[in-house]
């Protein structure tokens, strides 16, 4: 059970959400402006937030951005509620960090599935924060920083993700559909070079220690944990 933090303008939608949650045991608080929900979240920082891409006074995407681009909220899952079901849609709020998309109209059991789920994979992140490191790469998931031979890489919330991912499934084969599935929540029969450009990035980004990720031809990456030379 944990803090879910329901940011929602339609009243009706809001307090049928709220009262679900409530029934599974969850404590919940509302919002129905992105200004609303962004004090809310500094006052009392919530487990989970439920973010309605369409508000009155800013986007949902833009509180997305604002959240995972400050340290003291960058950790805190995102489930972004949406009418839109254009792939073009899911990816940018991948880009700016939500952690899952759910298109309305939603089955109520889908959207607490989704939560409870989230809120689950969260608490297991937790009692695993700190900082890896795999010789000079090192990772520090609970900031979201990563330094490479001591100097600190900016990344942003989507490649620190993908990165991420590869550490947890390290020494482990990864295909394109596998990782559209799993890091943007692309349905994987897309055809899309997403991946691929994404790990040119953060191969370009770890410099050095880019050979971390090899490259497993016709089939995807894989994130190697042999010793550096």
């Given at each position: 059970m944990g803090r879910v933090l329901i940011v929602e303008d339609e009243k009706d939608i809001?307090?049928?959400?709220?009262?679900?949650?409530?029934?599974?045991?969850?404590?919940?608080?509302?919002?129905?402006?992105?200004?609303?929900?962004?004090?809310?979240?500094?006052?009392?920082?919530?487990?989970?937030?439920?973010?309605?891409?369409?508000?009155?006074?800013?986007?949902?995407?833009?509180?997305?951005?604002?959240?995972?681009?400050?340290?003291?909220?960058?950790?805190?899952?995102?489930?972004?509620?949406?009418?839109?079901?254009?792939?073009?849609?899911?990816?940018?709020?991948?880009?700016?960090?939500a952690d899952d998309y759910v298109t309305k109209p939603f089955s109520m059991r889908e959207l607490l599935l989704r939560v409870q789920a989230m809120l689950r994979r969260s608490s297991t992140d937790v009692q695993s924060e700190g900082v890896v490191a795999m010789g000079s790469l090192k990772i520090d998931h609970a900031a979201h920083r990563v330094w490479v031979e001591a100097e600190e890489i900016d990344l942003t919330a989507l490649e620190f993700k993908l990165l991420w991912t590869f550490y947890q499934r390290k020494n482990r084969v990864q295909t394109r559909a596998r990782l559209l599935d799993d890091v943007w929540g692309v349905s994987p029969d897309i055809t899309t070079r997403t991946v691929d450009t994404h790990v040119k990035r953060l191969r370009e980004k770890l410099g050095p220690k880019c050979d971390?990720?090899?490259?497993?031809?016709?089939?995807?990456y894989r994130f190697t944990s042999a010793p550096e030379s």
């Open positions: 809001r307090d049928v959400v709220a009262f679900n949650l409530k029934q599974a045991g969850h404590e919940v608080s509302t919002a129905g402006t992105a200004d609303e929900a962004l004090r809310q979240v500094r006052a009392n920082k919530p487990h989970l937030v439920l973010l309605d891409v369409m508000l009155p006074d800013r986007s949902g995407t833009e509180v997305c951005k604002t959240l995972k681009q400050n340290p003291a909220t960058n950790t805190i899952p995102i489930i972004m509620l949406t009418a839109r079901g254009e792939e073009v849609d899911r990816v940018v709020g991948f880009e700016l960090g971390f990720i090899e490259t497993v031809r016709g089939v995807g």
